[in-house]
């Protein structure tokens, strides 16, 4: 499966942005999916994740209550909707389609990745 990240861009802190992921080439239902970060100098870290239904989602506590993953399985496109964005929410955003089943925290469970796009909040 090919993805694609979008959505990224400036925005003042305490702003809102919605980052898209467009699937081809496979179906996206079959594929737990996840959002990670990686902010400049840093590793790459695990923001959100959602059940290839839906039906679950998954944050670590720096986005909880900020962030909100979604899917629409019949456009083929997972989605992140970010809210009260902080300076420290400054990274490259990329959505990732995991290899085996279910929601990981970390990214070598994942075989598919877009190519990244970038958020910058500014203070």
């Known amino acids: 499966v090919q993805l694609q990240a979008s959505g990224g861009g400036l925005v003042q802190s305490g702003g809102s942005l919605r980052l898209s992921c467009a699937a081809s080439?496979?179906?996206?239902?079959?594929?737990?999916m996840a959002w990670f970060r990686q902010p400049p100098g840093k590793e790459r870290e695990f923001v959100a994740g959602i059940s290839r239904s839906g039906g679950t989602t998954y944050y670590p506590d720096s986005v909880k209550g900020r962030f909100t993953i979604s899917r629409d399985n019949p456009k083929n496109t997972v989605y992140l909707q970010m809210y009260s964005l902080k300076p420290e929410d400054t990274a490259v955003y990329y959505c990732?389609?995991?290899?085996?089943?279910?929601?990981?925290?970390?990214?070598?469970?994942?075989?598919?990745w877009g190519q990244g796009t970038h958020v910058t909040v500014s203070s």
């Open positions: 990732a389609a995991a290899s085996s089943y279910g929601v990981h925290a970390t990214p070598g469970q994942y075989a598919y």
């Open positions: 080439g496979r179906t996206l239902s079959r594929f737990d």
